[in-house]
Structure formats: structure tokens, C-alpha cells
């Protein structure tokens, strides 16, 4: 392969890995929100709760309002945490949504802050 044809499929290989979120049809948005206090809500965007979605990739809004709380979402193919106890912030996430039971909750408050939901 020469430098020139190396180079073109570097450059297309980064191309395609930038493409925006936007190129993926997006399947669904989630609102969460931590805090103040012992609160922990997940929703859509358009302000309703749920216990179950349909597979696919999600565009994620954390809300972290407390500084003693985060967010951790644990599931298949997904351990992510919002933010470090003690720091307060938001993220937006974009996470693709397999089948199973996803659980939620707040590190340290596991016992009182937490859910689930199902991807069917």
C-alpha cells in the first residue's frame, strides 16, 4: 500500500469515527436529574416516566444539582458514573441501549436512591 493510499483510508477512517451524533437516528432522549436532596428521576424528554424502551442509541442529559449524589447507570455493555461524589454538573451521554435491565442509581446512596428500567 503506498503513503498516499495509507494516508486516504487514515483520513476516512477518522472521518467516519467524527460523523456527528446526529448521522445516528436517534431512538430516544432521557432526562435525569440528581438532586437536591435525596432525589433521583429519570424521564424522556417530553417529561414522562418509564420502565421499559426499545433498543437503540440514546442521547443521555445528567442533571446533578447535589453535591453529596451522582448518577450510575449499570447494564449490558454500560458502567458509567455522572460525577465524582462531592461535585456537583451536568454530562450529556450517548449511550446505545441493548436488551436487559438497566439499573440505576446514586453511589454511596444505593439503598435509597435507585430504579430500574428494561430495553425490550
Known amino acids: 500500500m503506498t503513503r498516499i493510499t495509507a ?5 476516512s477512517a477518522i472521518l467516519a469515527l467524527a460523523a456527528p451524533a446526529s448521522a445516528v437516528r436517534v431512538a430516544g432522549k432521557i432526562v ?3 438532586g437536591p ?12 416516566r418509564f ?6 442509541f ?12 451522582n448518577f450510575h447507570l449499570l447494564g449490558p455493555g454500560v458502567n458509567r458514573a455522572s460525577s465524582v461524589k462531592g461535585v456537583k ?3 450529556i451521554w450517548r449511550l446505545w441501549l441493548r ?3 438497566y439499573q440505576y442509581y446514586s453511589d454511596g446512596f444505593r439503598s435509597t436512591m ?3 428500567f428494561k430495553v425490550v
Open 7 to 11: 494516508l486516504l483510508v487514515l483520513v
Open 32 to 34: 435525569v436529574t440528581v
Open 37 to 48: 436532596g435525596p432525589k433521583l428521576v429519570l424521564e424522556t424528554k417530553a417529561g414522562a
Open 51 to 56: 420502565k421499559t424502551l426499545k433498543p437503540g
Open 58 to 69: 440514546y442521547l443521555i442529559f445528567v442533571r446533578d444539582l447535589s453535591n453529596r449524589r
Open 89 to 91: 454538573g451536568g454530562a
Open 99 to 101: 436488551k436487559g435491565t
Open 114 to 116: 435507585n430504579g430500574s
